[in-house]
């Protein structure tokens, strides 16, 4: 099976405690694809401008990402640059240029629109209720937003939970939209909107999966070095998604092990700048990541005395 997901193409300029890297593919599409492509056929719709260096989309096209959603339109691209200090949490936005991105409708090819599983990137919760109009009838359909959206797009956002079966964000955007510090509760409160499963991010403290009945804890994968978090959220989202469009298995069982995929892919995109790390895995290295996620969380129950 495949996964459609409709989010940014960009390019981003990064810096951290141990390098830059200058104009590299960026943008939530762009990383949800490069990670997902790893388990399943991606679908991406998205726009650039008239200066994307398309020659740098090869690689991914390589990987069978159809880009024939992706619109190019006479303009500039979108472009990001951040700084991140030694608290790798969270980057300092140093300048934000959307250029055409910020006129972006998305048109979902002919050949897109029976996809069974959906992901609607971090954009506009209003341009991710369109492409619901546009697609027929996918299994499961998951979201991502941001804060921005959280103030500035509310009741929009909310008519889109309706809409949705899983929702991904952050540990302070689901207590922004819920009022709620408590997680537990913060997870209750957006279930009751919509979303049959929520997903809430913790960084390097990993991530918490809630459903109605169950609620399951992925930590982070303790890694030596870490050169750029950009875009981890994102390789969390396409691992967990590829992984389900591959076994097609919505199962709660499944569905773990979904988180588990997810959190692997994470852990490699911030070995390096960009989707660098994200073209070299092969197969034999998510497995091996995903054995070491088992090894970790993995104990024998104790014995009644």
Not at 21 to 39: I, K, M, R, T
Not at 78 to 90: A, P, Q
Not at 245 to 258: F, I, P, Q, V, Y
Not at 291 to 301: G, I, N, T
Request: charged share 25%; with cysteine.
């Amino acid at each position: 099976m495949s996964v459609l997901v409709v989010g940014s193409v960009a390019l981003d300029s990064v810096e951290t405690p141990f390098g830059k890297a200058d104009e590299v593919l960026g943008g939530s599409a762009n990383y949800f694809s490069a990670s997902a492509s790893h388990q399943t056929r991606v679908q991406l719709v998205g726009v650039v401008g008239s200066d994307y260096p398309m020659e740098k989309l090869e690689p991914l096209k390589a990987r069978g990402i159809d880009f024939a959603g992706l619109e190019q339109m006479a303009g500039e691209s979108f472009r990001w640059r951040g700084r991140y200090r030694h608290d790798l949490n969270s980057a300092e936005t140093l300048e934000t240029r959307l250029g055409v991105f910020s006129h972006f409708k998305p048109k979902i090819p002919a050949q897109f629109t029976d996809a069974e599983f959906v992901f609607l990137a971090n954009i506009d919760p209003r341009l991710q209720l369109e492409v619901l109009k546009q697609v027929k009838k996918p299994r499961l359909v998951a979201c991502d937003t941001m804060n921005f959206w959280i103030e500035s797009r509310r009741p929009d956002l909310l008519e889109l939970l309706k809409h949705v079966d899983l929702i991904t964000l952050n540990d302070g955007e689901a207590r922004q939209l819920t009022e709620c510090a408590n997680l537990v509760q913060a997870a209750r409160w957006i279930m009751d909107k919509g979303p049959r499963t929520v997903l809430i991010k913790k960084g390097e403290h990993g991530a918490f999966m809630f459903n109605k009945d169950e609620i399951f804890y992925a930590p982070a994968y303790p890694l030596e070095s870490v050169f750029d978090p950009t875009g981890a959220g994102d390789s969390f989202a396409g691992g967990f998604m590829g992984w389900l469009a591959r076994t097609g298995d919505l199962s709660e069982a499944n569905m773990r092990r979904a988180v588990i995929v997810g959190s692997a892919m994470g852990s490699f995109v911030v070995e390096g700048f960009s989707i660098t790390r994200l073209l070299e895995v092969t197969r034999a290295d998510i497995d091996r990541r995903v054995a070491d996620f088992h090894r970790l969380v993995s104990f024998e129950k104790a014995l009644d005395a």
